[in-house]
C-alpha cells in the first residue's frame, strides 16, 4: 500500500466557546432570577387589595418566565446548530481516515487469505506423499472440510506444524473407520451384499461420518426387506388365489350335470347270449384311486388329470 497524506480542509468551529457562551447565559439567568425573587413571592390572599396585588405579580412573574424560556429556545438552536456543523465536519475528516483505514484492512486481509492458501497447498502436499492410499480415496479439501474447524485451518495464526498434527490424527481415524467397515457384514441383522458394502463404503468416504453412513445403510437394507417380504407376500397370495380357482375347476369338471337319458332301444334279434357279449366288451374297464396331493402342488396335479380326460372329486381336505 502506497503512503499518502491526508488533506483536509475544515471550517475552524470554536466549540468550546459556545459552551461557554452557554455557561455565561445561564448565570446572568440566575442572577436576573434571584434579583426579582423577593418580588414573586406568594401570600395568602385575605383582601381585594391582595386578590389584584397577586394577579399582577402572577402576570409579571409569567413575562419572566416566557422571556427566559424564548431565549432558552434562541440559545438551544443556536448550541444546536453549532453541534451540528461540528459533528458534519468531524465527519468528513473521519471519513478520509476511514477509507485509509478499510485500504488496510483490504490489503491485510487479502495478505492472510493467501498465507492460508499456501498453507493449505503445503498441507495438501505432505498428505499426498505420506497418505498416498487414503489421499487417492479422499481428497483433502473433504478431509479439510469434515475436520479443519478442530484443526483451527482457517486462522491465519494458527501454526503449520498444528494443523499437520491435526491432519495425521484425522487420517488416522478415518483409516480405523475404514477398516471397521470393511469388516462389516450384517446391519440391522440382515447380512450385507456386496453392492451393500460398495455403497456403505462409498457414503463413507463421501461424508467421513461412519455414523451417517450406516444410518444410511440400514434404510436402504430396511427398505429391500420390506419390499422382499412385500412380494413374498403377494406370490403367495396369487397361489393360494390359483390353487382355490383350480380346485373349483376341478371340482366342476368331477360333478358335471347329467344330460337326457336315452330313449330305450328295441333289442335286435340275436341270441341272448350273443348280446350279452357285445354289451360287455363294449364296456371300459375304469379304475378308482385315492390320492394324496399336497396343496402346493394341487394345481399341477388337477391341469394333468384333465388333460389325461380322468374325472373325480374331492373328498375332503386335510
Not at 28 to 39: F, I, L, N, S, Y
Not at 82 to 106: C, H, P
Not at 141 to 163: C, H, P, Q, S, V
Request: net charge negative; proline share 4%; glycine share 4%.
Amino acid at each position: 500500500m502506497e503512503d499518502k497524506t491526508i488533506d483536509v480542509e475544515a471550517e475552524v468551529i470554536d466549540a468550546p466557546a459556545a459552551l461557554t457562551e452557554a455557561d455565561r447565559w445561564l448565570a446572568e439567568q440566575r442572577e436576573r432570577v434571584e434579583a426579582r425573587a423577593k418580588d414573586f413571592e406568594a401570600f395568602d390572599i385575605t383582601t381585594p387589595e391582595q386578590y389584584r396585588d397577586a394577579k399582577a405579580q402572577r402576570k409579571a412573574l409569567r413575562a419572566l418566565i416566557a422571556e427566559v424560556d424564548g431565549d432558552k429556545k434562541r440559545m438551544t438552536k443556536q448550541l444546536r446548530d453549532t453541534l451540528t456543523r461540528f459533528n458534519g465536519e468531524v465527519s468528513a475528516i473521519l471519513a478520509g481516515l476511514q477509507a485509509e483505514d478499510a485500504q488496510y484492512k483490504s490489503e491485510l486481509d487479502r495478505w492472510e487469505r493467501q498465507a492460508v492458501l499456501d498453507r493449505d497447498a503445503r498441507v495438501e502436499a505432505r498428505y499426498r506423499d505420506e497418505w498416498p492410499d487414503l489421499a487417492a480415496q479422499v481428497p483433502y479439501a473433504r478431509l479439510r472440510e469434515r475436520f479443519g474447524a478442530e484443526w483451527k485451518a482457517d486462522n491465519y495464526g494458527t501454526k503449520e506444524a498444528a494443523i499437520w498434527k491435526g491432519v495425521e490424527q484425522a487420517c488416522e481415524a478415518v483409516s480405523a473407520d475404514v477398516d471397521s467397515l470393511r469388516a462389516q457384514t450384517h446391519v440391522d441383522g440382515v447380512e450385507l451384499t456386496e453392492d451393500d458394502r460398495r455403497d456403505l463404503m462409498a457414503d463413507y468416504l463421501r461424508t467421513l461420518d461412519q455414523r451417517a453412513a450406516i444410518g444410511a445403510c440400514i434404510s436402504r437394507v430396511r427398505q429391500r426387506e420390506a419390499l422382499r417380504r412385500a412380494e413374498e407376500d403377494r406370490r403367495a397370495w396369487e397361489a393360494e388365489q390359483a390353487a382355490r380357482q383350480a380346485a373349483i375347476e376341478y371340482d366342476a369338471a368331477a360333478s358335471p350335470e347329467p344330460g337326457p337319458v336315452p330313449a330305450p332301444v328295441a333289442p335286435e334279434e340275436a341270441p341272448e347270449a350273443e348280446g350279452a357279449q357285445t354289451a360287455q366288451q363294449a364296456r371300459e374297464v375304469v379304475y378308482v384311486y385315492e390320492v394324496e396331493v399336497p396343496e402346493r402342488v394341487k394345481p399341477d396335479f388337477v391341469a394333468t388329470m384333465k388333460r389325461l380326460g380322468t374325472h373325480g372329486r374331492l373328498l375332503r381336505k386335510e
